[in-house]
């Protein structure tokens, strides 16, 4: 996986042009990657995600390709097909950016 640092002042810079379709846009990011740790967890190719999803593997593609207006029931099906439970909760905006200080433990060497 690449290790992809983000400055404070990249985040500075990119909250200064934050609109809903950024932020969607950055949330289909996020859910992209948890679903392909996910799959590398489980051992689950993308061949097979996409038949347990009920979708074509090109389909599947274009979902994890950062598809900013995925679904509701499209984010069910990743759950189902995955046998986890996406758990959303709202946080102060102060929160979220200093958790993005955090490097994420599954980037961590």
């Known amino acids: 996986m690449i290790d992809m640092m983000i400055t404070r002042d990249d985040r500075d ?3 200064d042009f934050e609109t809903p379709g950024t932020r969607a846009f950055d949330h289909a990011l996020d859910l992209s990657v948890m ?3 996910l799959m590398q967890e489980k051992g689950l ?3 097979e995600l996409a038949r347990r999803m009920g979708v074509s593997k090109s389909n599947l593609s274009n ?3 950062t598809q900013p207006n995925m679904t509701l029931e499209t984010i069910a099906r990743f759950e189902l097909a995955l ?3 996406l758990e959303f909760r ?7 950016d200093s958790a993005a200080d955090e490097k994420p433990a599954s980037a961590q060497g």
């Open 45 to 47: 190719s993308k061949t």
């Open 63 to 65: 979902l994890l390709n």
């Open 13 to 15: 810079f990119m909250r």
């Open 83 to 85: 046998d986890v439970k």
């Open 35 to 37: 679903i392909w740790e």
């Open 90 to 96: 709202f946080v102060p905006k102060d929160a979220r």
